[in-house]
């Protein structure tokens, strides 16, 4: 498994390489398809389809609305660029990303969602993605890159690659092993000329769209935000190019100031933003969790506790969130940013499971204090969700799971029997019967 | 005409500028109203700024301090206060020496109860600027978050300030001091203030005529605050924006359930009844449907003005206003294509392609022979995956315009989409061909 994660890593190197040096844009509109242009089209399509059949699509029909009515009150109302059919779609993937396939269907992550604060901001990124198409830069990036290749079919070697890993959290590294290497630019970002471009287009749509494009520079600044320690490197979150588009935009914005929207509106479409991907955030907690990100599972949570501090659902992930931390505090610590901590760290990562890494941060103080707070926190987040809701099963579930790892059996096992009292009909019925089988043992009841 | 009397209306009226802008809004929607259900209640309009404001007191009234200080008070109470000013009540100071002594023991006494007292008043809840002054004046994190703690927050912290916060050198510390403070607050006191937020968001985005984002927003204020008459009976409002009678009912009758003297209420309730009773009649009996049609002239001016502002609003991003725009300038002006080829484009951006498709359908039949129409709504049936009655609108205005570059290129993507790789290819030749042609002419045009 770790091995095979590697070779994402060594592509999106190869393909940045590539990508870098690209031969002058053509623009869309005088765009000449030769038949490599349309292999990489068709296996567009194939990851499309390849996408919604493995569930890695999100389907709530009110984001999809959402996301939608932004991406499509930018668009033309009476033609789309040849081969290209606009789709706009929510994927489910704790990493914040956004990408583009060539044939027009613009993915966001739910990470990304959860992390955008407003309709602005998405509308920024999804403008952004939409010149990528409109602008052929998969094309010309993957005609760039068979130049410089000796692989021949990129068919024999989609085919080649590993099988697919369906686990949640992973389109990326899917995607790397679903599609010709060059589509990686697509997910992992073009050159900087490229990104430029579309980052103009994106600015100008949002003037013209009467969104505020000083959003674009804070979107920018929430991706430099750092959750996590280890992150895969990626366009979106890689920092000094972020810098750097920080730089000309504020530049851009200075010298062509756009009507700014006043702060009562632009507050009013956050609210309604973050009131219609409440649902998302959760479930991107949940793949963060499931992925290994608590400290982004906890950030996020936190962004949904202070828009709605008295629902019980998201009091409940946040407590989730808090005991899945473990060991590990809530932020990062200035030594684990440090570069030391951070090879360290990586290092830690390719030698131990992350179970095992658990194991060795609390066998020393730091470790121990900090796991003792996130299962105090996480207690009292269960409790406080419990009052507010005292029949959500989930929270008895998660209460359960927090009590059996401290050893307080009786008490785990009571929070069991109440989840199962109160969804009879859980997926996971099963595996918590048995739990209640071998507490029961345990405490002699 | 309305309109123009409305935005004379000085935002002073209403005493501010939010209010005025609501003001705007609620007068307006009777207007649509009025024209949409062909239900004018005169009454209404006449009654429409008093009643605003009535209602909005009564909504702010329940949940916070009284604000209804007349004039008449203030100048019941200025001159008093001024001949205290100009004749202060002297101390007697030649009482002589025991009254002096007195005092002393009195002036003691308080200092007493006041340095008893002092511990208390240090209690007194922090506010946004204390915080940012200590934290500015390099107080420790950790010093700053325990008095968080002990003395509670007078404020609601944003992200914003939070923002500022950070960037003012504060530690995760005090953030989450400020975060557990909030979150420590009387869980009444919250909802109350989480649904005015929600509600106030939603006022503003009305305001901006993004509809379904209020509706959003109210539906969310009454998730957290089902209690709040308010909230059902703004709610009620935007769905009588967007014509559902129904709904507005369900919620202006759950408004007066609430507060039983939401006089606001009671007149959206009569309304939307009206509304609603207005629109039956009119299906019932569709060969009535225009008796406007009377004084054409006027009505046909009517239709340009509406349709004007609904271009306005399509500029400024307010697309469900301008559908509801162009649908009554259509209704004003049955026989003109135009309003309904403009809100099947709206629809579009709002991704509702059924009802774009059927907004074209009905201009296709007012203009049967126009290639451009013909071509929006194969671009429609397009987007709804509707490749086969897509080919048709193409093949249909290709026939009426053969040198129409974009629907061979549309024609080519449909037929692309249903497999047929041959002719869309044969299509998209085309389209460049014409497309470089057309480029070409332009250019020796403009030299």
């Known amino acids: 498994m770790r091995l095979i994660a590697v070779r994402p890593i060594l592509l999106v190197l190869l393909t940045t390489l590539s990508v870098t040096m690209l031969p002058g844009v053509e623009k869309g509109s005088s765009f000449e398809f030769t038949k490599v242009d349309l292999s990489l089209l068709e296996q567009a399509d194939a990851l499309d389809s390849r996408l919604e059949r493995e569930g890695m699509v999100f389907h709530d029909e009110a984001m999809e609305t959402y996301v939608n009515q932004a991406g499509r009150a930018m668009l033309p109302s009476g033609t789309a660029p040849e081969r290209v059919m606009w789709r706009f779609r929510v994927i489910r993937d704790p990493m914040a990303n956004a990408f583009a396939l060539p044939n027009g269907s613009i993915y966001v992550t739910t990470g990304l969602v959860s992390l955008l604060e407003n309709e602005d901001q998405l509308a920024g990124v999804l403008a952004h993605e939409m010149t990528h198409v409109t602008d052929r830069h998969s094309y010309l990036a993957f005609r760039d890159y068979r130049k410089k290749s000796t692989i021949a079919s990129i068919a024999a070697y989609a085919s080649s690659m590993a099988p697919v890993n369906t686990s949640w959290g992973a389109a990326i590294y899917m995607a790397g092993h679903m599609v010709p290497v060059v589509m990686m630019a697509s997910i992992n970002g073009y050159s900087r000329e490229l990104e430029r471009d579309a980052d103009m287009y994106a600015f100008n749509k949002l003037a013209e769209g009467n969104y505020d494009p000083k959003e674009l520079v804070n979107t920018f600044r929430l991706l430099e935000r750092m959750d996590e320690v280890n992150v895969d490197k990626i366009y979106y979150n890689d920092h000094p190019k972020l810098d750097d588009r920080i730089g000309y935009m504020t530049g851009l914005i200075s010298s062509k100031p756009p009507v700014s929207v006043s702060p009562e509106v632009l507050g009013s479409r956050r609210m309604k933003y973050l009131s219609l991907t409440e649902q998302v955030v959760r479930e991107d907690i949940h793949l963060s969790i499931l992925s290994h990100r608590p400290r982004t599972a906890l950030a996020r949570a936190k962004k949904l506790i202070e828009f709605d501090p008295n629902s019980a659902e998201n009091l409940r992930v946040q407590a989730d969130a808090y005991r899945s931390l473990g060991p590990w505090t809530p932020r990062p610590t200035d030594q684990e940013l440090s570069k030391d901590g951070k090879q360290k760290e990586q290092s830690l990562r390719r030698k131990l499971t992350s179970d095992e890494e658990e194991r060795q941060l609390l066998a020393n103080g730091e470790g121990q204090a900090a796991w003792q707070e996130n299962q105090r926190l996480a207690e009292e987040t269960y409790q406080k969700a419990l009052a507010i809701d005292p029949a959500n099963a989930k929270t008895y579930l998660g209460l359960g799971q927090l009590y059996e790892k401290t050893n307080r059996n009786k008490e785990a096992l009571e929070a069991y029997e109440k989840y199962l009292e109160l969804a009879p009909n859980a997926l996971d019925r099963q595996r918590v019967q048995g739990r209640i089988d071998i507490l029961r043992r345990s405490t002699g009841l | ?447």
């Open chain 2, 1 to 447: 005409m309305l309109r123009s009397i409305v935005a004379r209306i000085p935002s002073s009226a209403t005493g501010g500028g939010p209010a005025a802008l609501s003001l705007q809004n609620r007068v307006l929607g009777y207007t649509l109203r009025a024209v949409g259900g062909r239900a004018v209640r005169p009454q209404a309009h006449r009654a429409g700024p008093a009643r605003v404001a009535h209602g909005r007191r009564s909504g702010s009234g329940s949940q916070s301090e009284p604000r209804s200080i007349s004039a008449a008070d203030c100048q019941n109470v200025i001159p008093d206060r001024k001949v205290l000013l100009r004749n202060p009540p002297a101390i007697p100071w030649q009482v002589g020496h025991f009254m002096k002594s007195q005092l002393l023991v009195v002036l003691v006494l308080f200092l007493a109860i006041g340095l008893t007292a002092a511990p208390q008043a240090s209690r007194k809840p922090l506010t946004q600027d204390q915080i940012m002054e200590l934290v500015k004046g390099s107080v420790p994190s950790s010093r700053v978050a325990d008095l968080v703690r002990e003395n509670g927050i007078s404020f609601e912290p944003t992200e914003e300030y939070f923002r500022a916060l950070r960037s003012a050198g504060a530690e995760p510390v005090l953030l989450d001091a400020l975060g557990a403070a909030r979150a420590a607050k009387s869980p009444e006191q919250d909802v109350a203030g989480q649904a005015k937020q929600h509600i106030k968001a939603a006022n503003a985005l009305m305001d901006t005529g993004d509809i379904d984002g209020a509706i959003v927003l109210y539906q969310k204020a009454i998730q957290v605050r089902p209690g709040d008459a308010e909230a059902h009976r703004l709610l009620g409002v935007a769905l009588g924006k967007k014509k559902d009678w129904q709904r507005d009912i369900t919620e202006q009758r759950m408004a007066i359930q609430l507060n039983p003297d939401d006089a606001a209420a009671k007149t959206e309730l009569a309304v939307a009844l009206h509304s609603a009773e207005a629109e039956q009649a009119r299906r019932d009996e569709p060969h009535v449907a225009s008796p406007v049609k009377a004084p054409a002239q006027d009505t046909s001016a009517q239709a340009q003005q509406v349709f004007a502002a609904g271009q306005l609003q399509v500029g400024q991003r307010k697309f469900e206003a301008a559908a509801i725009s162009f649908s009554e300038a259509a209704q004003l002006r049955p026989d003109w294509a135009d309003p309904l080829v403009e809100r099947a484009k709206v629809y579009m951006k709002l991704y509702l392609f059924r009802e774009a498709i059927h907004s074209y359908d009905q201009a296709v039949k007012l203009k049967p022979n126009d290639p451009v129409i013909l071509n929006l709504r194969g671009y429609a049936n397009y987007s709804a995956s509707e490749f086969k009655r897509a080919v048709a609108d193409f093949d249909e205005a290709i026939r009426l315009n053969p040198n129409m570059s974009e629907a061979y290129q549309n024609r080519g993507n449909a037929k692309w989409q249903m497999g047929d790789k041959a002719g869309a290819n044969m299509d998209f030749e085309k389209a460049k061909l014409l497309g470089s042609g057309a480029q070409a002419r332009k250019n020796t045009k403009r030299r």
